[in-house]
């Protein structure tokens, strides 16, 4: 029988397009200061998709904070914060959409055993 020859394979992880290793993940600013990350908000729509999903709004902030987050890994710091912008947008729509739920909630029962 023959032996097969066996050569190592390397595979290459790293995003192909404009990716650079030695490139900051996040732009400077002038002055050589680096700009600070955009904001995923991640635990914040865990906490908005556990216990205050109104209207599945939860759901749609945590799909928009991981996106963030993985903009934000990638180094494309413009899309990653516009996702935060628009997750912390849904985390506060609801915030409040809960909070006037729950208010109703304990108007009707405090009317009805009443």
Known sequence: MQSASHHP?????????????SAPPYPS?????????????VLWSLFSFSFLNAC????AALVYSIKSRDYKVLGYSEIAATYGRISKSLNITA???SIIF????????????A
């Not at 394979?9 to 290793?21: C, D, K, L, N």
């Not at 600013?29 to 908000?41: C, I, S, T």
């Not at 729950?102 to 055993?113: A, E, G, K, L, Q």
């Open 95 to 97: 915030l409040i959409l």
């Open 29 to 41: 600013r002038a002055g050589g200061v680096a700009a600070p990350p955009p904001q995923d908000h």
């Open 9 to 21: 394979v390397a595979i290459h992880m790293q995003p192909h397009s404009g990716y650079e290793p």
């Open 56 to 59: 599945c709004l939860g759901f």
């Open 102 to 113: 729950f208010i109703v909630f304990i108007i009707i029962i405090v009317y009805y055993s």
